[in-house]
C-alpha cells in the first residue's frame, strides 16, 4: 500500500500538448505519453471523417531515429528479413526487428533518405528497447541518432493531397511509400506518403521549435480536424494493419503473423542474400514449410463486441485460436476482429464461433482488409 500512495507516473508529452488541450481534447497515459484518444467530435464521429475528409493526428510519441555512414544499409539488414541494401534514394520500406527465435521485437518504417543515412520510424512501446537493440548490434558499424527534438504528424484521409498540394506543390508527385523534403509556411518538413489509417496521406516531421505553426498551418483548412488514438485504432482495424503487442510478438514470427508480404524475396531461402538475421533459419522454414497457425480476419454474425483475448473455438468446442485485435467498424458498420487462429481452421470450411460472456457466437473468416485500402500509387 506504501507504494501505491507514493508512486508516481510521469507522463512525456509532445510538442502539441497545450494544442490538444486547448482543442478539447481527452488525454490518457499511452506508451510513457500523455496523448489525446479523442476530442469532441468523439472516436466514431473521428474516424468516419478520417474516411471521408482529413484527420490529423499527433503520432510523435513514436521513436525516431537516424542511421548514419556508408554502412547503415548493410548494417541494418543484419537485423531484419528485409532487402535495405537495394532500397532506392526517398522511398520507405516496411521492416521488422526480429530475435534469435525468429519471433518479432518491433516493426518500423525505414526510408533511405541519401547522404548514406536512413530514417527509421519505431513504436512508440517499443523505442527505448529499439534504440538499446540498433546501439548494441550495429552501434560500432555506424552512427544511432535518436531525433529526441523532432515531432511527427500524421495527415491523413482522401483529401489530404489535395490539402498538402495547396501549401507544398511538389508533394503532388509522391506516390505511396515515397519521401520528399517539403517546405511548408516556411518550415522545413521531412514527408513520407504513408499512414496507419488504410487511407491516403503523409506522415511529416518536424522540429519541435516549429511544430505548432505546422499543426496551426493544416488545420488551418476546413477539411482537417484533429483525431486521437481511439479512432486511430478502429481505422487500422478496418485497414486490416498489424499492431505490436496484439498481432505481433516476440513469440510468433513474422509468417505466423500472416507477414510473409513483408519478407523480401532475396532474404528468403533461394534469394541472393538469404537469411543473416536473427531467426533467420526459423523465418525461412515457416515461409518454406508453413506454420500452424495465422493471422486472419473474422466477421462475428449481429452486433456484440468480440474483444482482444477471447478464444475462438470450432463447432466441437476445441480452442482453435485467439481474437489480437476487436472492436466496432464505423465504417463497416458491424463488429470486426483480427485473430491468430490454426491453419487448419482458415480456410473457410469449418464452423467457427468467439465465446462472449460464455455463449457461442458464430464468426466467419474473411479477407483483409475489412475497408478497402485508398494508397497514393500515381
Known amino acids: 500500500m506504501g507504494l501505491a500512495m507514493t508512486e508516481t507516473i510521469n507522463e512525456f508529452t509532445t510538442a502539441f500538448y497545450q494544442m490538444h488541450i486547448d482543442a478539447g481534447a481527452k488525454m490518457v497515459p499511452f506508451a510513457g505519453y500523455d496523448m489525446p484518444v479523442s476530442y469532441p467530435l468523439g472516436v466514431k464521429k473521428e474516424h468516419l471523417h478520417t474516411r471521408e475528409k482529413v484527420g490529423l493526428f499527433d503520432v510523435s510519441h513514436m521513436g525516431q531515429v537516424k542511421l548514419i555512414g556508408e554502412n547503415a544499409k548493410k548494417a541494418l539488414e543484419s537485423l531484419v528479413p528485409v532487402d535495405?541494401?537495394?532500397?532506392p534514394l526517398m522511398k520507405q520500406r516496411y521492416a521488422l526487428f526480429t530475435n534469435d527465435k525468429g519471433g518479432v521485437l518491433d516493426d518500423l518504417m525505414v526510408t533511405n533518405i541519401g547522404n548514406d543515412s536512413l530514417l527509421l520510424v519505431v513504436n512508440a512501446g517499443c523505442k527505448q528497447a529499439d534504440f538499446a537493440h540498433l546501439q548494441n548490434t550495429i552501434g560500432n558499424e555506424c552512427e544511432v541518432k535518436v531525433l529526441e527534438d523532432y515531432a511527427l504528424l500524421a495527415l491523413q484521409g482522401p483529401?489530404?493531397?489535395?490539402?498538402?498540394?495547396?501549401l507544398a506543390p511538389e508533394s503532388r508527385e509522391m506516390t505511396f511509400m515515397t519521401a520528399k523534403v517539403l517546405m511548408i509556411d516556411g518550415i522545413d518538413c521531412f514527408a513520407t506518403r504513408s499512414g496507419y489509417s488504410g487511407e491516403d496521406g503523409f506522415e511529416i516531421s518536424v522540429h519541435n521549435d516549429q511544430a505548432q505553426q505546422l499543426a496551426k498551418c493544416l488545420l488551418a483548412h476546413e477539411a482537417v480536424e484533429w483525431i486521437g488514438l481511439g479512432a486511430r485504432d478502429s481505422l487500422r482495424l478496418e485497414a486490416g494493419l498489424s499492431l505490436y503487442g496484439h498481432e505481433l510478438d516476440t513469440e510468433h514470427s513474422p509468417v505466423e503473423s500472416s507477414l510473409v508480404w513483408a519478407l523480401s524475396k532475396v532474404r528468403r531461402s533461394d534469394g541472393s542474400r538469404a537469411g543473416g538475421y536473427p531467426g533467420a533459419m526459423t523465418v525461412m522454414n515457416h515461409i518454406d514449410a508453413g506454420v500452424a497457425q495465422k493471422i486472419v480476419g473474422l466477421q462475428p454474425e449481429g452486433r456484440a463486441p468480440v474483444r482482444d483475448g477471447v478464444e475462438i473455438v470450432d463447432d466441437d468446442d476445441n480452442v482453435v485460436g485467439k481474437v489480437t485485435s476487436g472492436g466496432f467498424g464505423p465504417t463497416t458498420g458491424k463488429p470486426i476482429v483480427i485473430a491468430r487462429i490454426?491453419?487448419?481452421a482458415s480456410d473457410g470450411t469449418k464452423k467457427l464461433f468467439?465465446?462472449?460472456?460464455?455463449?457461442?457466437?458464430?464468426?466467419e473468416v474473411v479477407k483483409l482488409p475489412f475497408v478497402k485500402t485508398n494508397y497514393y500509387r500515381g
Open 342 to 344: 490454426e491453419s487448419a
Open 159 to 166: 483529401q489530404a493531397g489535395e490539402v498538402l498540394a495547396a
Open 84 to 87: 535495405i541494401i537495394d532500397l
Open 354 to 363: 468467439a465465446i462472449v460472456r460464455e455463449k457461442k457466437l458464430a464468426v
